[in-house]
């Protein structure tokens, strides 16, 4: 996987001083076109990060700002949401190879503090020491992304999520 640097510090200081950007995409006011949404509905949002991790990467947030995976979600809302994520994963592995599929919630009450989920396809051939946590963690870099890019993968989700429906 070939990575460019990623300025983690800088990264810190914009998440904790700018307003919430799941919000901010879902009240169409983000600031980047590299998060490409690839599908919503009424109450979910499923996007591309500006720093995508690995190939298909995909972020995937309720549209309400909520903080806690478990605890501010209604059990049946919370259901929703996590069959959402599988049927993203589902298109994920269709679009990229992938030898696992890795499903997070990460974020911290210090910054990205609205729910979100990751899902972050590891290619095949992945030395077992570039896997797991160190494939997940931007201070090893980030892949290269541009417009064009995120708008064709975008696409090809999409069309992955209308197979599986």
Known sequence: ME???FDVDE?????????CFICAM???EHDSDLEQVVVED????VFLPRYPLLDGYVLVAPKAHREHVVRDLPEDVYLRLMSLVYRVARAV???VPTERTYLLSLGSQQGNSHLHWHIAPLPPGVP???QQLHALMSENGVLP????QAIEMAGKLRS????LS
């Open 145 to 148: 992304w541009s417009l064009a």
């Open 93 to 95: 592995e269709m679009v």
């Open 26 to 28: 879902v009240a169409g």
């Open 11 to 19: 990264y810190v200081r914009r998440v904790q001083s700018s307003p």
């Open 128 to 130: 077992y020491r570039e």
């Open 160 to 163: 992955a999520l209308a197979e």
């Open 42 to 45: 009424d109450e979910n949002l």
């Open 3 to 5: 990575r460019v640097p």
